[in-house]
């Protein structure tokens, strides 16, 4: 995984000097994509569950960054607040599985799993189903695969190094590090399976319908990693990452070869393409290796791959393996499709201003290298290398004889791989119509509702987007009217009760105080009637008073 | 020397107040001696706290540089000062944002003699309340740090500034009769007869199992109104929005710290068995903050209050944490305060540096500014993702380890709580969004970029956040004594 990252990257990052020359953040996007290196490469190397997901979560940071490059456009800019969200939701999962192990096994080291998956006891399917879940985020397997087409947004080199050879494959990757967690619980495994097998066969439907040569990529990205689960969901972490690794090169060709030709015709129509082989030959040659490499056919790295899961998927039972088939039908089918458009026939319509020639050799060595890598790279897993892949992985050497496994299962593969790039040929190179008009007509339905990708785009924004947004303006108004309010209200009530206070204490405290003034005021008015300041009307009062005092004690006595 | 050295936290705690002293007697004119002399007393406070930093002894006993004098007789009050592992980040803390804020207070415009007199005494009283280690004096420095944050608010605020700090004032005020109330419980009913904090906790309180309820709950009114917690928060967004930039930095980065801070130093210690009780409340008040807060910050429009709203959030770790009652779960919570105190203080000055030039705070009014202010564009795109928790900065730290903590707890809680990180983000890249991308308006054609004063204010919070994102034991190894030894005291559990 490592070594897919530096090298596979390296090329990319090459094919970039070309590709993004003349952009005014041009230094920025190299600054980006090395932190992206560093981040990438933390979580390949981490030995640690928590390093892993610091990795994890830079990876995710780069991928934001990079999506939403051309940050002018607004669809870039939301394209990556998708992103990041969407795998912010995985993110939870795989956080809560770590904390789950933190708590039931002690230490999140990715060593002895299967001596934590004891220790977890009955939580060990849940950790396992947690870690999937932020796997699946990440690898953008249903329900959380919306992101990724929205991804292409992003520079094409991003595209074919974040988004098709290393990021979205980490998800993969985490499950295959952790599948001795999953192993002893066939459950785990099977939910694994189910969900890989939903998205791969469900997204390679959609790619066939396309016609956005970027997004046909992206759909085709969701599928194999896709196909890359079921081959893990099947018990096997070696067919898994076998697939991984092919896959890197060959979509990253697929990418790149995209890029050159967007970047000689101006937009990413295929149905306004083609006949493109003459003025790009480079391109077209890698671009159709890589899809046949794709399409299974030996002796190219993805048959190779292919084949292995399609043989541990025998194992799982008849209906995986039938899924598995019609999953590598329709891939070939859909990236024949793509190439035909693109590249066969004639040009369909060539704006007057637009020359299509081709790329720079700083961007087609890259090509051209890693077409090599496509072409020959899946022998380090087959017998005529001697297994070198298993070995130097060190996995499973006690499933090794499983590696003989029916022959016809081999044969299917290639039967199916030429089946779907003949109809792709027959259908858009010679442009027969493949079933009779009224049938045709009458699943023009279904084929609305594959081309609108099934419109869970549109579901999600109903159920999910909108109520979180209507929640958050509720609680908003909730905190302003009635917590706020209530706050407002007592601080009011207390204005008025201070009103009322101060109305008592006017009117009564101060009255009575007040009242008796007043009355101690009057009595002295009163009285001061008396104090006429002559001598005789005061010898006249003391007379009188003691005259009644005298009169008083005799009438007590 | 050697007697400023035995009272070094003294020092420390008033070497503001007499700078805010001197400031009154500087001539109006010399605003430059003004400013020099502000940005110097501060600069020595945060010198003299790092040296505490660098010679502290995690693994001593007991608090230290403590200083102890009989002060009020007859009621026993003492002036009782130390520093331990719990105050120390905090008391760093508050040096820190108090120097960088104070440089970026050359954008207050008029009445600076005022302000900074203001300003510093606020900072002594910060510091006094993490420094107190007796109950009279706490609850002192406790409204010191009110009454100047009262003027600044109503002074030099926004336009609703004089709602907005009596709001505050009356609010925190009203709390704070509470936890008078019981610090004169703990006073009568303690052997001691002591106001000093570690007495109390040495000879407990003689306190029926209700009446230690009531005295926690006090103590919980003025703590909550200060973190704050739901639903006792809506003076923030309106202090946080009106206050001047600066003074947001420390009302955000060190006032919501002094709750906090009353639990780990007042309420745990003292009433241990209540605050075992009282840990379920506390998981659903943290997670009804993190998880309501995040939702009320993205239905805002105003830059300043979603930052406010999103402190409401960020606090619900705080919270979090303490429910837990075990070592992790304490270490995140106290390293919350620290980084949010980082992480928030930045996000402040940065919505200080774009209202000073475009004098409207308004999301919808911005968009496109990461291509014309591109250095601007990428300090905020930083402190945003610090603050929503990306691994590798400070904020993830603290909250994994208060969701680690609480988990084995409280677990449905901590998994609930979890959801608030995906708001969280949602709302912090929708700001992004709204100010930095898609395609510029022409009104900003002019804007020009971050300038080297506000770049200097920025770039050490910059530095705390990488590096205890990547090495948080730096501050964990100081913490950590102090909070075993109270977990020791709760009865919770050390191993975890």
Redesign the interface.
Known sequence: MCLVVTVVGWLIMLYSIGYMGGDPRFSRFFAYLSLFFFAMLTLVLAGDLLLL??G???VG?CS?LLI?FW??K?A???A??KA??TT??G??GL??GI??I??RAGDLSLTNLAAKGAALGGWAPAAALLIFWGAAGKSAQFPLHVWLPDAMEGPTPVSALIHAATMVAAGVYLVARTLPLFLPNPNALLAVATIGGITSFFAATIACTQTDLKRILAYSTISQLGFMMMGLGAGSAFAGIFHLVTHAWFKALLFLGAGSVIHAVHHQDVTRMGGLWRSMPVTALTFTVAAIAMAGIPPLSGFWSKEEILRRLAGSGPPFLILGLSIAFLTAFYITRAVVLTFAGKPHVIPANAHPHESPLVMTIPLILLMLGAIGIGFIGTEFAGHRFQHFLGIETGAAHQEHGPAWIQLAAIGVAVGGIALAILRYGLGRQLAPARVRGSLSWAYRIVSNKYYIDELYDRLIIRP??A???S??SF?AGV??G??NET?NAGLALSRVKGWIDQRIVDGAVNAAAAAVGRTGAALRLIQTGLVQNYLLIAAAGTLTLFAVLRWLS | MAFLARHLLSLIVFLPLAAGLAILFIPKERDRWIQAAANGATLLVLILTGWLALHFQPQAPGFQWEEAVPWIGPIHAWYHLGLDGISLPLVFLTALLSFLAAVASTTIPERRKEFFFLYLLLESGMLGTFLALDLFLFYIFWEVVLVPMYFLIGIWGGPRREYAAIKFFLYTLAGSVFMLLSILTCYLRSPAHSFSIPELIGKGLQLGPAAQWWVFLGFFLAFAIKVPIFPFHTWLPDAHVEAPAPISVLLAGVLLKMGGYGFLRISFPLLPHVAIGFSLIMGILGLINIVYGALVAMAQSDFKKLVAYSSVSHMGFVLLGLSALNLTGFNGAALEMFNHGMITGGMFLLVGILYDRTHTRELDAFGGLGAKIPVYGGLLSFFALASLGLPGLSGFVSEFLALLGCFPTHPAITIASASGLVVGAAYFLLMLQRILLGPLKPQWSGLPDAGRREIFTLVPLMIFILWIGLYPRCILALQTPALTNLLFRLGGNIGW
């Open positions: 997901y610091i994890w979560e830079g940071l934001y939403s940050f002018e607004p870039a800019a939301n990556g607040k990041f969200l912010r939701v993110d939870l956080l809560a904390l789950l933190a708590k979180v947004l929640l958050a303006r609680a908003f905190d917590i706020d209530a706050v601080g």
